[in-house]
């Protein structure tokens, strides 16, 4: 028997693959983390300290929930948590209102769903129960949430998976890392390379073979790496395009049946925080609702830098797709114009900085992130599996409730690490 340390290599430098990575290697085994991009992270992009006065995320950005693993490891790295403050108001095409999250139907939902068995699609489900015109608001609110919350499909979309998140209304505790998710991934890669795990940049996986017994893996560039064992944490729609062997290739298509959409994210920072000097009310304002074509604006509220950040999720972002970053950067300003009652010009005028990412054209990513149609749980356990030389991890996945968060991440690469090391 060969004393020769079992080699793995890991496809992916996000969160799963790194923390895989670190369990991996602080256990003796040889590691090698391969990343198509020159950065590590993934879909956790950090932005430049000097650009945006602060360590901005130009993906992930909030911590979640209870989030016990990237807590535990904010811990370890020494990091602390800013936690989200302040209120939630909408534009609705005419005036300002503070958010109501309260429905008057929010007593039937939540016995509807309390009672509910059988998993069905979102859009089935409200046709199902709500289909009256006293249900409209209901219905709105519910789809906007499950497309710009979740980035999901509500016609594909599992009830059952965003119960507990329609139970509290969508609200839980929100925070963010002071440094940034930056400042957590490049703990965890020098964590990776402390413990003797190699992390190699610019590396595009085109082919995973099965040769006798051992795994090789070839980069498009025609490196080759030999190994024991191949984990996966590409986002699924990445898997299709990677060689895989037959076996692989038939585990990976149960990845057809977990969700994945998209997500357009604009980073402006201005001179001076014009919207609280023009309209006072919203001095503590967190997130701004509204129905212009960048729907979602957020603050960085309490701290006082004069950043706004726009969101738009879900399947409606093909709308956009043909846009470059500056067109989607004016899209974001437009919007905030016509919110805000001013030209364009009037707020380009103080723009000092600016940034926009349509994940759906990232070629290592296509999307944002994962959710659940009612076949994902199922998609899921097959693909969980520790059987044969290759192993999938990720934030698609997780099967807890924060599916498709860093968290999610964090805890499919600490599970799968765990498989390996558990034999």
């Excluded at 992930?60 to 790295?77: C, I, K, N, S």
């Excluded at 089935?124 to 129960?129: K, N």
């Excluded at 509204?290 to 006082?304: A, F, G, K, L, Y």
Aim: aromatic share 8%.
């Amino acid at each position: 028997m060969s004393d020769k340390p079992q080699h793995i290599v890991i496809v992916g430098a996000g969160a799963a693959g790194l923390m895989a990575g670190r369990e991996l290697a602080r256990a003796g085994k040889k590691v090698t983390v391969l990343e198509a991009r020159d950065r590590c992270g993934g879909r956790i992009h950090p932005l430049p300290a000097a650009e945006f006065g602060y360590p901005a995320d130009g993906g992930a950005e909030f911590v979640h929930g209870d989030a016990p693993v990237t807590r535990a490891l904010l811990r370890e790295a020494g990091l602390s948590l800013q936690e989200i403050e302040g209120t939630l108001w909408r534009f609705d095409g005419a005036h300002f209102s503070r958010e109501d999250r309260h429905d008057p139907h929010e007593a039937e939902l939540h016995a509807v769903l309390g009672n509910l068995k059988d998993d069905l699609t979102v859009a089935d489900f409200l046709r199902r129960h709500f289909a009256g015109p006293e249900y409209d608001g209901l219905r709105y609110s519910i789809e906007r949430m499950v497309e710009g919350y979740d980035a999901a499909d509500p016609e594909r979309a599992s009830t059952l998976a965003l119960r507990e998140e329609w139970m509290d209304g969508g609200l839980h505790t929100q925070a963010r890392i002071n440094g940034g998710y930056g400042a957590l991934i490049d703990f965890l890669a020098a964590e990776c390379r402390r413990h003797g795990a190699a992390v190699r940049l610019g590396c595009v996986v085109s082919a995973i073979e099965d040769e006798g017994g051992a795994v090789v893996v070839r980069g498009a560039g025609g490196e080759v790496h030999r190994c024991d064992r191949v984990i996966l944490t590409v986002p699924l729609p990445l898997l299709r395009e990677i060689a895989l062997p037959a076996s692989v290739r038939a585990k990976a298509a149960a990845a057809d049946d977990i969700g994945f959409g998209n997500v357009v994210k604009i980073l402006l920072r201005f001179a001076r925080p014009w919207w609280r000097e023009r309209n006072p009310d919203l001095a503590d304002m967190t997130f701004l609702l509204s129905d212009r074509t960048i729907p979602v604006w957020w603050t960085r509220h309490p701290e006082q830098h004069p950043v706004l950040t726009g969101w738009f999720g879900g399947p409606r972002t093909a709308e956009l797709q043909d846009l470059d970053p500056q067109a989607l950067i004016e899209a974001g300003l437009g919007s905030l114009a016509t919110i805000f009652g001013l030209s364009r010009e009037d707020v380009a005028r103080d723009l000092v900085a600016a940034a926009a990412t349509n994940w759906g054209q990232d070629p290592f990513a296509r999307g944002a992130y994962s959710w659940a149609t009612p076949r994902t749980r199922a998609a899921q356990a097959m693909l969980a599996r520790a059987d044969g030389a290759v192993l999938f991890s990720g934030e698609a996945l997780y099967r807890g409730r924060d599916m498709g968060t860093v968290e999610a991440a964090l805890a499919s690469g600490l599970e799968t690490a765990g498989m390996i090391l558990r034999g």
